[in-house]
C-alpha cells in the first residue's frame, strides 16, 4: 500500500459503537431518536391495523395470521419506545409511551383498513420496506438498535412469506378482487417509496455518516424492489418499476409527490 494510500484509509473517521445516546453530539443524537421514532410509531401503528382484522379475517387461517403478526409488529415497537427514555435532551412527552399522542407513522395508516385487500398491500409494501430499513440498521453503532434490528428480522420471515402468499393467490384468477388488489397496490406504492427516502436527502445521509445506518437510499430501494418486484412481475401486475436484465437492477418509474413530503416526518402532507 502507498503512503498516501495509508494517510487517505486513517483520514476516514472510524465511529465506535455505543449504548449511550450521550456520547453522540445533540444533531446526531436528534437524528437518531427520529429514526426511533419513524421504526416504532409505524411498527406501532401497522401492529394495530393488524389487530383490526383479528376477527374480521376472511378464513381461519388469516385469523390466526393477522394475531400473531399483531403480536410481532406491537412487540417490536415496544422495543423501540423504552430507548426514548435515554436520551437526555428528549421531550417529555416521550419518556412515557402512554403520554403520546402524535405519532409520525406513514399517512396511510391514518384511517383503519377499508378491507382485507388493504390489509395484505399494506403487509406485502410497506412491511417488507420496514425490514429494509432494519438490515439498514444491523451494523448500526447505537448498539440498542443493531441488537433489536437482528431480533426483529429473525421474526419478519414469515411476515414476508405470508404477504407474497395472499398477493400470488388473490392475482391468480381473472376476478374482481385481482384488480381492486393491483389498485390498491398502486396506491399506497408511492408513499411507501418515498417513505424509504429520497436520493441525496440530507437527513438520510447524515444518518448514514454517523453510522445509524449503513444503507443510503439507493441501496434500501433495491433491496425492496428485490423483494417485492418479482413477486409483482409473476402475477402481471404493472407498478411503477422496471427490471434491466443488462445491469441487474431495479428502477423506480414515474414521478413521486415529493412536493408534498415531509422528509423529518418521513409523511405525505
Known sequence: MSEANHFQMEEIPVRASTSDPADFSPKTQAVLLNLLLQLADNKYMLGKRYAEWVNSAPMLEAAVAAAAMTQDELGHARSLYPLFRTFPDAPPVLKKEEDRTDLINITFLDQSFGSWLDFVAANFLFDQALSVVFEAARESVFEPLKQR?????????????????????????????????????????PEVICWLGQPGEKYQQYALDEGLLCDNVTTLRQKFLRRVGPVLQEVGYTLPFSFDTATDQWGIKGELPWGRWNPKTRRLN
Request: glycine letters at 2%; charged letters at 25%; proline letters at 2%.
Open 149 to 189: 434490528a437482528a431480533k426483529i428480522l429473525q421474526e419478519e420471515r414469515f411476515h414476508a412469506m405470508y404477504g407474497a402468499t395472499w398477493v400470488r393467490s388473490l392475482a391468480k384468477h381473472d376476478s374482481p378482487a385481482r384488480y381492486q388488489l393491483e389498485a390498491t397496490l398502486r396506491r399506497i406504492w
